[in-house]
């Protein structure tokens, strides 16, 4: 019998879309502002007819354009309520300039992207180059792999952000997690709701009684501070979001920290994914190892902040690791997981392991356990320094050239 | 269930409008109520128009599920349109002990002519007429689900249309005289489904 893990929970069936939707139920904003967008649309029109059934009180705010969904949650946010939204691709993209806005008034926004290639070609399918393109935006990325981190992840962002002031991004995979039914423990509302607790800001717009200002002009005297002060909250924004998964963990039973080590402790070599191809990873780790094969995973759930200094500890010892990014930077040298994870490691001074970047998955391209195998006969040979393949270049998994 | 592999498959072939999607949906939840199970349910998504070719998938397993790529392999494939038969889709990637069920009037032996797959594996249920019987048009999601989970064994009829009946009064909350004719095309597909 399959149980929930926790006391407050029961088990059900829902997608990722769906997921969401719940758990935005349960958090219940008070302001929601969005525009519908392929793989994201369930999220907003869910959540819509939840307004309107009046099973929540949130203000639901149907905007013409996601650069007015991101701008309505700002305002909503710096008038100081719980403010949400949820996008994807090129809404993501329309959102761009008020992305900054958002992390530069330090507002506690969660939004929930789920990752879609971005135009053109036109593509509705997964990857991860929208949410990737926002990695320097201030913004904390937590990815999910799973229907239940969706879940688990929305939760505690409202948390971290409202404790780092800063806006939170969760996102999972477009079609493959959106679309995609899992069974799911959900926790009951009135525990989702004691573990948000109020939201108490420490100034907003509307406290007429200490009247404050925002967003105002900022030269030279002083807008290099300002930025240094994001800089900052990302760095300490580690300890709350591993603070938070603790008590997370002491609610509701599942464990969570800023990556997730699978098979690692005597591994010889690794693969680094994020999102939802770390599960196909798992299950072809599950096959090598059945054959003493030595490979373990590491999946990134925090992406920003970058957990750089445990994940060089954690690597320091492998002789081979593959990083397989979803997005390529077309910049003519790496792609975003493979730079952060080099330099990681260099910055640490630590040089042995041989690192090969990989780009997969790009509009939904597939991507399954046979390319992982063939991802360890690489790995294989690198470690035992013969036949090697160029760690020079970038690599790309079920493309043809 | 009769679970031979460490992970069931299945496949569903449907056009735009017969319902694949839901069906594969409406089966995992199903699976649920056993409490044994844990699942995939999800659809194959391209351009999306009314009549062209879809596929919806399902994964059930006893242990937690956490590959996310495509099923090549299947345990069971269920066709919703016969006349997806003449594609080479419907077989594609089919173990000699996969079955497939599928909405037809003809035989499994007159099937089994055409797909050239072993008789023995294939299964044949006229949802079609069943759908329009009971539900008033054809629509034959309902019908091949009942059809699944006869083939599929061991899980039990009434739960699986208890199951059913919440899902889709929530879902047509507005037209709930559709929930009893879907109840009893699934009734009537699970008892009417046959290898011939």
Same mark, same amino acid.
């Given at each position: 019998?399959?149980?929930?893990?926790?006391?407050? !929970?029961?088990?059900?069936?829902?997608?990722?879309?769906?997921?969401?939707?719940?758990?935005?139920?349960?958090?219940?904003?008070?302001?929601?502002?969005?525009?519908?967008?392929?793989?994201?649309?369930?999220?907003?029109?869910?959540?819509?007819?939840?307004?309107?059934? +009046?099973?929540?009180?949130?203000?639901?705010?149907?905007?013409?354009?996601?650069?007015?969904?991101?701008?309505?949650?700002?305002?909503?946010? $710096?008038?100081?309520?719980?403010?949400?939204? !949820?996008?994807?691709?090129?809404?993501?993209?329309?959102?761009?300039?008020?992305?900054?806005? *958002?992390?530069?008034?330090?507002?506690?926004?969660?939004?929930?992207?789920?990752?879609? *290639?971005?135009?053109?070609?036109?593509?509705?399918?997964?990857?991860?180059?929208?949410?990737?393109?926002?990695?320097?935006?201030?913004?904390?990325?937590?990815?999910?792999?799973?229907?239940?981190?969706?879940?688990?992840?929305?939760?505690?962002?409202?948390?971290?952000?409202?404790?780092?002031?800063?806006?939170?991004?969760?996102?999972?995979?477009?079609?493959?997690?959106?679309?995609?039914?899992?069974?799911?423990?959900?926790?009951?509302?009135?525990?989702?709701?004691?573990?948000?607790?109020?939201?108490?800001?420490?100034?907003?717009?509307?406290?007429?009684?200490?009247?404050?200002?925002?967003?105002?002009?900022?030269?030279?005297?002083?807008?290099?501070?300002?930025?240094?002060?994001?800089?900052?909250?990302?760095?300490? *924004?580690?300890?709350?979001?591993?603070?938070?998964?603790?008590?997370?963990?002491?609610?509701?039973?599942?464990?969570?920290?800023?990556?997730?080590?699978?098979?690692?402790?005597?591994?010889?070599?690794?693969?680094?994914?994020?999102?939802?191809?770390? +599960?196909?990873?798992?299950? $072809?780790?599950?096959?090598?190892?059945?054959?003493?094969?030595?490979?373990?995973?590491?999946?990134?759930?925090?992406?920003?902040?970058?957990?750089?200094?445990?994940?060089?500890?954690?690597?320091?010892?492998?002789?081979?690791?593959?990083?397989?990014?979803?997005?390529?930077?077309?910049? !003519?040298?790496?792609?975003?997981?493979?730079?952060?994870?080099?330099?990681?490691?260099?910055?640490? !001074?630590?040089?042995?392991?041989?690192?090969?970047?990989?780009?997969?998955?790009?509009?939904?391209?597939?991507?399954?356990?046979?390319?992982?195998?063939?991802?360890?006969?690489?790995?294989?040979?690198?470690?035992?320094?013969?036949?090697?393949?160029?760690?020079?270049?970038?690599?790309?998994?079920?493309?043809?050239? | 269930? #009769?679970?031979?592999?460490?992970?069931?498959?299945? @496949?569903?072939?449907?056009?735009?409008?017969?319902?694949?999607?839901? &069906?594969?949906?409406?089966?995992?939840?199903?699976?649920?109520?056993?409490?044994?199970?844990?699942?995939?349910?999800?659809?194959?998504?391209?351009?999306? @128009?009314?009549?062209?070719?879809?596929?919806?998938?399902?994964?059930?397993?006893? =242990?937690?599920?956490?590959?996310?790529?495509?099923?090549?392999?299947?345990?069971?494939?269920? %066709?919703?349109?016969?006349?997806?038969?003449?594609? =080479?889709?419907?077989?594609?990637?089919?173990?000699?002990?996969?079955?497939?069920?599928?909405?037809?009037?003809?035989?499994?032996?007159? %099937?089994?002519?055409?797909?050239?797959?072993?008789?023995?594996?294939?299964?044949?249920?006229? &949802? #079609?007429?069943?759908?329009?019987?009971?539900?008033?048009?054809?629509?034959?999601?309902?019908?091949?689900?009942?059809?699944?989970?006869?083939? %599929?064994?061991?899980?039990?009829?009434?739960?699986?249309?208890?199951?059913?009946?919440?899902?889709?009064?929530?879902?047509? @909350?507005?037209?709930?005289?559709?929930?009893?004719? =879907?109840?009893? &095309?699934?009734?009537?597909?699970?008892?009417?489904?046959? =290898?011939?």
């Amino acid at each position: 019998m399959i149980r929930p893990l926790s006391s407050k !929970g029961k088990l059900v069936a829902k997608t990722g879309n769906e997921i969401a939707a719940e758990a935005m139920r349960q958090i219940e904003p008070d302001v929601v502002a969005a525009y519908p967008i392929t793989p994201a649309t369930e999220i907003v029109q869910i959540f819509s007819q939840f307004v309107a059934d +009046g099973i929540v009180k949130s203000k639901y705010i149907a905007v013409e354009s996601e650069h007015s969904a991101m701008s309505a949650t700002i305002a909503a946010s $710096a008038a100081g309520v719980r403010a949400m939204t !949820g996008t994807s691709s090129q809404g993501l993209c329309f959102m761009w300039e008020m992305l900054y806005i *958002a992390s530069g008034l330090r507002l506690p926004i969660v939004m929930v992207a789920v990752n879609r *290639a971005i135009s053109a070609p036109i593509n509705i399918h997964c990857d991860h180059s929208d949410t990737m393109g926002a990695r320097d935006s201030g913004w904390i990325q937590i990815y999910s792999e799973s229907v239940q981190e969706v879940y688990d992840n929305i939760i505690q962002a409202v948390r971290i952000a409202e404790q780092t002031k800063l806006p939170v991004l969760v996102t999972m995979d477009g079609f493959i997690i959106s679309h995609c039914m899992e069974l799911v423990e959900v926790y009951n509302d009135d525990a989702v709701k004691s573990f948000i607790g109020e939201y108490t800001p420490e100034r907003y717009l509307l406290d007429i009684k200490n009247p404050y200002t925002l967003g105002s002009l900022d030269l030279q005297n002083y807008y290099f501070e300002h930025k240094y002060q994001i800089a900052k909250a990302m760095i300490d *924004a580690q300890t709350t979001i591993v603070n938070i998964a603790n008590e997370f963990t002491k609610c509701f039973g599942r464990s969570y920290n800023l990556y997730e080590k699978y098979m690692m402790d005597d591994a010889d070599m690794a693969i680094v994914i994020i999102g939802s191809a770390a +599960g196909t990873v798992k299950m $072809a780790i599950n096959e090598l190892r059945s054959q003493n094969i030595k490979i373990g995973l590491i999946k990134i759930r925090v992406y920003r902040p970058f957990p750089k200094d445990n994940i060089a500890i954690d690597l320091a010892n492998i002789k081979s690791i593959a990083v397989l990014d979803r997005s390529d930077s077309c910049s !003519g040298a790496f792609s975003p997981i493979y730079s952060d994870i080099v330099s990681s490691l260099y910055s640490e !001074g630590i040089t042995t392991p041989k690192i090969i970047s990989y780009v997969y998955g790009l509009g939904g391209r597939e991507i399954t356990i046979e390319h992982i195998k063939n991802i360890y006969k690489t790995l294989n040979q690198i470690m035992l320094g013969k036949d090697q393949k160029d760690c020079s270049i970038v690599h790309y998994i079920n493309l043809r050239k | 269930m #009769s679970i031979e592999h460490k992970i069931t498959e299945i @496949r569903w072939h449907g056009r735009g409008g017969q319902g694949a999607k839901t &069906a594969a949906l409406l089966f995992a939840e199903i699976i649920i109520q056993t409490g044994e199970y844990y699942i995939q349910a999800f659809p194959e998504y391209g351009p999306e @128009r009314m009549g062209a070719p879809v596929q919806a998938f399902n994964r059930v397993s006893k =242990n937690i599920i956490t590959i996310h790529s495509n099923i090549i392999n299947p345990d069971y494939v269920v %066709v919703l349109d016969s006349s997806l038969l003449e594609s =080479n889709q419907v077989t594609s990637g089919l173990k000699c002990t996969s079955k497939i069920i599928i909405n037809t009037a003809l035989s499994s032996y007159a %099937v089994s002519m055409k797909i050239h797959f072993n008789k023995d594996n294939i299964y044949v249920v006229n &949802a #079609s007429n069943i759908s329009i019987e009971t539900v008033g048009k054809n629509i034959p999601n309902a019908p091949m689900l009942g059809a699944l989970i006869k083939i %599929v064994g061991n899980i039990d009829l009434n739960m699986s249309l208890n199951s059913v009946k919440n899902k889709l009064l929530d879902k047509f @909350r507005n037209k709930p005289e559709v929930v009893n004719g =879907n109840l009893n &095309a699934i009734s009537r597909a699970f008892q009417e489904v046959k =290898n011939n």
